[in-house]
């Protein structure tokens, strides 16, 4: 494939630190990464970083590989020390008859929904149903610390993965998400619009022009409706399936064993796969909107699902059941992941980092009341987001003493402050003044200064008798003013007590009257 040169990228890299050595909660060190593009014929749809398992797993989080609209693939080296390198992976169908771009069922031509790097080999997939293994380019960025002399031993890492450029079909269209298995990369599982949840794992072929092909390990069966126990509904309607993201439970074994999903219909579910059914062993209807993303945070105990309105519900794992809110948001979240509790903080739970189409990235609170702890405006609509969980921030200088706010004084305090600075500017007044010796002896140079020292007091104790009779008359002042307020207050009470008299004594008279004339 051809390496062209990269339109103009913006990387912005959010890790900030406190000089204190805790981290306060308003003062959160944010291990968050946020690429995007300038160029919509680039636009980003998926990030992930460059990984290794070999001689143990990590993550390279200096490098960022970007699947962009268009088939192509970027790989950006966040340090800045190497320029960024762009590659073609796939061209988009073209309708030779009418030279437009194939659409698929959601009506969008082909496009990335799946991407995964590790030891070199990028798995990528597309919304056609094709799955890509493309050897990253030897140039590429990466972490001047890797050791470059383990990358031959891929073969030993994963003997299944391709070693060179293949594409691999799985029969199927209309795909919404594709998982890669971190503990064994040649495991995936793909779900889309009215495509179900389907676990495939790569095996060599040789009847196959590409060498390998995917074989279906697992397949999931749709939910029975609650009436009567049977597959279709009351109106005997299939039930939807659209499965909009995917995420694995348990991802350091060596086979996956349970995942969880999410549909546009609302759906939560989570899917044994070693258990005897195929149905899930968890499933529940949540919110109002079509669920758009999902991750798990806590251990994968619990799940973070988003939709298309700016909700981010919290979800337990288990039951299925609903455990907060996150708010604030406006529009799609287009990603959200869970920041681990950072190192060196104190009684601080874990965070939560979401991305959307308000060009804000947003910090919540893991665990109880979920607030919003930093917002940050990054200028375009964010498409993706990463999170490096092995990122700590520097140890900070314990010489270096934090910034503090200025203590609020009481009106007392700053008093007493304008008297000390007024006392200290007569000292350097008086003291400026020199004895004048005019031949007369030293009584008289004495007497001058006993003079001046008094009029210095004289000046004082008028100064402070002038305040003591100002803040006197103020008091007096208000206490005048409360009185007079009574005073109207009772003077007002009366009169009105005075006018409802009069007009009661007028009905009695004209009623005395009425029956005078009646008796006549």
């Not at 008859?97 to 991407?115: A, Y």
């Not at 939560?268 to 005897?276: A, E, H, P, S, T």
């Not at 529009?331 to 190192?343: D, E, R």
């Not at 400026?432 to 007091?457: C, H, I, P, Q, Y």
Request: charged letters at 25%; one cysteine or more; a positive charge.
């Amino acid at each position: 494939m051809p390496l062209l040169p990269p339109p103009s990228i913006v990387a912005n890299v959010k890790r900030t630190t406190t000089p204190s050595g805790t981290i306060s909660s308003d003062q959160l060190a944010i291990p968050v990464v946020v690429l995007t593009t300038l160029d919509r014929t680039r636009r980003v749809e998926l990030l992930c970083f460059r990984s290794f398992s070999i001689p143990e797993p990590r993550v390279d989080r200096n490098s960022v590989i970007a699947a962009c609209s268009g088939g192509w693939t970027r790989i950006f080296d966040l340090e800045g020390a190497a320029a960024p390198l762009e590659f073609q992976m796939f061209e988009p169908k073209v309708n030779p008859d009418t030279l437009e771009l194939v659409l698929d069922k959601n009506k969008q031509p082909e496009q990335f929904v799946g991407l995964y790097e590790v030891d070199g080999i990028i798995i990528a997939a597309t919304s056609f149903g094709n799955v890509h293994y493309f050897p990253t380019p030897v140039n590429a960025p990466t972490n001047t610390t890797s050791d470059e002399s383990q990358l031959p031993k891929v073969a030993e890492a994963n003997p299944l993965l391709p070693k060179s450029a293949v594409s691999v079909g799985l029969g199927i269209t209309n795909l919404c998400c594709m998982r890669v298995f971190p503990g064994s990369p040649n495991f995936i599982a793909t779900g889309g619009n009215d495509r179900d949840l389907c676990v495939w794992k790569l095996e060599t072929d040789e009847t196959q022009s590409s060498g390998f092909r995917l074989k279906e390990m697992w397949k999931a069966k749709n939910v029975r409706s609650s009436l009567n126990d049977v597959k279709n509904d009351y109106l005997d309607l299939r039930v939807p399936v659209h499965i909009t993201d995917i995420q694995f439970i348990s991802p350091n074994e060596a086979e996956p064993s349970k995942v969880a999903t999410v549909s546009h219909h609302r759906h939560f579910r989570v899917y044994d796969l070693k258990g005897i059914g195929r149905r899930p062993m968890v499933t529940i209807e949540i919110g109002a909107n079509p669920l758009k993303r999902l991750t798990l945070v806590n251990d994968e105990k619990e799940a973070l699902a988003s939709d298309n309105k700016g909700n981010v519900f919290h979800i337990d794992v288990s039951t299925g059941k609903t455990i907060g809110t996150f708010r604030g948001i406006a529009g799609t979240v287009s990603s959200l992941a869970g920041i681990p509790k950072v190192k060196r903080t104190k009684d601080l739970s874990d965070r939560v980092a979401v991305v959307g189409a308000d060009r804000f990235l947003r910090v919540y609170e893991g665990s109880g009341k979920r607030r919003s702890l930093r917002s940050i405006y990054l200028k375009q609509r964010m498409t993706a987001l990463l999170v490096d969980p092995t990122w700590d921030p520097p140890a900070p200088d314990n010489d270096s003493k934090p910034k503090t706010g200025r203590k609020r004084q009481s009106r007392d305090e700053m008093d007493d402050d304008e008297d000390g600075d007024s006392d200290a500017d007569d000292d350097a007044l008086w003291d400026r003044f020199e004895v004048v010796r005019d031949g007369s002896d030293n009584d008289e140079a004495e007497t001058s200064m006993a003079k001046a020292k008094k009029l210095k007091a004289a000046t004082s104790l008028t100064k402070g008798s002038a305040t003591a009779a100002a803040v006197a008359a103020a008091s007096a002042a208000k206490a005048m003013a409360a009185k007079t307020r009574t005073t109207k207050g009772a003077a007002a009470v009366e009169a009105a007590r005075a006018k409802v008299r009069s007009r009661a004594v007028a009905a009695q008279k004209q009623q005395i009257s009425g029956v005078g004339r009646v008796n006549k």
